[in-house]
């Protein structure tokens, strides 16, 4: 069976500091997709990244930036210097099959 | 269109009504999904749609759900005498490529059953 796991429900923080949200995906698989992606306020899910499981190295993009563990079966998010526009909620989700499973999400609230 | 397109944005029903969903992919998308986000479940697959394949049903709760695609385009969802617990956000999504790649999603419409 697989299992998404996103221990932090809220996290709040004030702008400018940095913050790493946690996912676990815990599977039989060998070989997988994952994603993460982002719902502000208005409610559309924006596409941050997809990575395979073949692919450990981190990546970097502007102030994001992803670690990817196969061993620990973790995909963290880590957002530096944060601002008030990366308040939403956030979602890890696998691919299974041709769809996602998404996690129970984190809610990130970046005050001014 | 530039995004994908889904209405109502906001539809409230009586209990035991019928309601219509529309999603409009974006055009070119060959896959086409539905989701549905509630407090209680998250985010939950219901349906996808690939090309001329057989849909992918395995996510719809009941069979008072059901969803066409007409054309390879233009898909509704259709919930039969709702219930108070289909109240949830309903988001459709489409893409180009497999895998993953290219989900493009929805504001959604709320549904509210009363």
């Known amino acids: 069976a697989q299992k998404v796991t996103q221990a932090q429900t809220e996290i709040s923080v004030v702008e400018k500091e940095d913050v790493t949200l946690d996912c676990v995906y815990e599977?039989?698989?060998?070989?997988?997709?994952l994603f993460w992606y982002k719902q502000p306020p208005s409610g559309e899910l924006v596409f941050l990244i997809r990575r395979n499981s073949f692919d450990e190295q981190n990546e970097i993009s502007g102030r994001y930036s992803w670690n990817f563990q196969k061993s620990t079966s973790s995909f963290n998010f880590t957002i530096t210097a944060s601002q008030v526009v990366d308040s939403a909620v956030y979602f890890c989700a696998p691919l299974k099959g041709q769809n996602f499973v998404f996690g129970p999400g984190t809610r990130l609230s970046v005050l001014p | 269109g530039a995004g994908v397109s889904q209405s109502p944005s906001n539809k409230v029903t009586e209990k035991g009504k019928d309601v219509e969903l529309r999603c409009d992919p974006i055009s070119g998308h060959t896959a086409l999904y539905w989701y549905r986000q509630s407090l209680g479940q998250g985010l939950e697959f219901l349906i996808y749609f690939q090309g001329n394949s057989a849909p992918d049903k395995s996510g719809l709760p009941s069979d008072r759900f059901s969803a066409e695609r007409t054309g390879g385009s233009v898909s509704t969802l259709t919930i039969q005498r709702t219930q108070q617990e289909d109240s949830a956000v309903y988001l459709c999504?489409?893409?180009?490529?497999?895998?993953?790649?290219?989900?493009?999603f929805g504001s959604g419409t709320r549904l509210t059953v009363v």
């Open positions: 999504a489409s893409s180009l490529a497999a895998k993953g790649r290219g989900v493009t």
């Open positions: 599977t039989r698989d060998t070989t997988y997709y």
